[in-house]
């Protein structure tokens, strides 16, 4: 099966049956077509994002990075990568290694497409997902990060 058909956040792993996923935190936007394993309309965000909700970033790891033809390439510095996830727009970042040149950060601000997860090396990848889907993550029943869980998590401490 060819690699060029664009696709939102697919992850293909060749040693895996299907081929191809979703990534945490989407689903498929056709099911019944990913059922007879066509692809081809990709996944979209099982929750939508809401920037000042508590969205965060979830972390793949040993990932070929997504196409960049809507990505930035910050050389500046590491630390300043943090802070421009905070833009909105900002859809998945990953730390870049610039053989001679230092470090800096690639930035995604649109479809995430043709991503590749490897059994060996690759890269980390943090995707922008909704805080409801990080709190799937641990296990909880909400975001970990909204003021109700944190005050059922310190109530027993100051009881």
Same mark, same amino acid.
């Given at each position: 099966?060819?690699?060029?058909?664009?696709?939102?956040?697919?992850?293909?792993?060749?040693?895996?049956?299907?081929?191809?996923?979703?990534?945490?935190?989407?689903?498929?936007? &056709?099911?019944?077509?990913?059922?007879?394993? #066509?692809?081809?309309? +990709?996944? =979209?965000?099982?929750? !939508?994002?809401?920037? *000042?909700?508590?969205?965060?970033?979830?972390?793949?790891?040993?990932?070929?990075?997504?196409?960049?033809?809507?990505?930035?390439?910050?050389?500046?510095?590491?630390?300043?990568?943090?802070?421009?996830?905070?833009?909105? &727009?900002?859809?998945?970042?990953?730390?870049? #290694?610039?053989?001679? +040149?230092? =470090?800096?950060?690639? !930035?995604?601000?649109? *479809?995430?497409?043709?991503?590749?997860?490897?059994?060996?090396?690759?890269?980390?990848?943090?995707?922008?997902?909704?805080?409801?889907?990080?709190?799937?993550?641990?296990?909880?029943?909400?975001?970990?990060?909204?003021? &109700?869980?944190?005050?059922?998590?310190?109530?027993?401490?100051?009881?």
């Amino acid at each position: 099966m060819p690699f060029a058909v664009r696709m939102l956040a697919v992850s293909r792993n060749i040693n895996r049956s299907p081929v191809c996923s979703c990534l945490q935190g989407f689903e498929p936007k &056709s099911p019944r077509d990913w059922s007879f394993l #066509d692809w081809s309309a +990709g996944c =979209s965000r099982r929750t !939508l994002l809401g920037c *000042d909700k508590g969205d965060g970033f979830l972390k793949h790891k040993g990932v070929k990075l997504p196409d960049t033809t809507q990505a930035a390439l910050d050389l500046r510095d590491v630390g300043n990568c943090a802070l421009k996830t905070k833009n909105c &727009s900002c859809t998945a970042y990953a730390n870049s #290694d610039v053989r001679g +040149g230092g =470090s800096g950060c690639i !930035l995604w601000f649109g *479809d995430l497409i043709d991503i590749r997860e490897f059994s060996d090396g690759g890269q980390d990848l943090y995707i922008r997902v909704a805080a409801s889907e990080l709190g799937r993550v641990l296990g909880l029943k909400e975001a970990p990060m909204t003021r &109700s869980y944190w005050k059922s998590f310190l109530a027993p401490l100051f009881s």
